[in-house]
């Protein structure tokens, strides 16, 4: 029988799949915890072999729970979410995801999800699936190199770096004196980093950063 841990922070969520799961003949819900530090405690204590989790946790990202899973466990993840952007679906699988499921998803086909990731197969939610290969398709025919690049962009080293310092609340003209770079080079960093995630000023920057798990939550200063 395998056995799970779900990290998700509505109650009524959790108890909701909970339930749902444990009708299931092979599959044990071991614990649950309704936020990311309680959750890994929870993983490291029980050793499930897979971990349903939400991507937006109250004291963290899911996908920085995720990627301390995957470094420090040998659970597998299959991030259970309500966030359909590629954004969070290629964020997600680059730290680690092993499957990536919508919530609105049927609980068989969430078995499906926690079964695969548990034999090593990956599975993303099919409306997720026809959604990406829309766009493939139709980008395909609006940039012949389309192919080679991928969907969603990452920051820079650079960027992130900035990003993280404007999080501790620097301004600027300090971040510039920590990297060692002239303001109007850290206002392009930034600016570049803003027009590729289409946010408009730095806090709403520092929110993305940290939903998609390139920011620490415990390191953002409240302003």
């Known amino acids: 029988m395998l056995r799970i841990v779900i990290v998700e922070p509505e109650t009524f969520t ?16 071991t614990g649950s915890a309704t936020s990311g530090k309680l959750g890994f405690q ?32 040998n659970s597998k993840v299959v991030i259970f979410t309500n966030e359909t952007h590629s954004d969070f ?39 997720l699936a026809k959604k990406l290969l829309e766009r493939l398709y139709h980008n395909r025919y609006i940039d012949p190199n ?7 962009e990452p920051p820079t080293e650079r960027q992130i770096q900035v990003l993280r310092l404007l999080a501790q609340g620097l301004v600027f003209e300090q971040i510039a004196r920590e990297m060692f770079l002239s303001v109007s080079t850290v206002k ?36």
């Open 14 to 29: 959790l108890l909701g799949i909970k339930g749902a799961i444990e009708k299931s003949p092979d599959i044990e819900v």
């Open 42 to 73: 929870l993983i490291e204590q029980l050793n499930p072999d897979v971990v349903l989790v939400d991507l937006i946790l109250p004291d963290m990202s899911g996908l920085e729970l995720t990627r301390s899973i995957k470094i420090n466990t």
């Open 89 to 127: 679906i290629n964020s997600a699988f680059r730290h680690g995801a092993d499957s990536y499921m919508l919530k609105s998803a049927d609980v068989e086909l969430i078995e499906l999800a926690i079964k695969k990731a548990y034999y090593n197969e990956c599975l993303l939610d099919p409306k």
């Open 146 to 152: 389309f192919v080679d690049k991928n969907l969603i």
């Open 188 to 223: 392009h960093y930034a600016s570049d980093l803003y027009s590729k995630w289409q946010v408009k000023n730095r806090y709403e920057a520092i929110k993305r950063g940290a939903m998609l798990g390139y920011i620490d939550y415990n390191l953002i200063v409240n302003e």
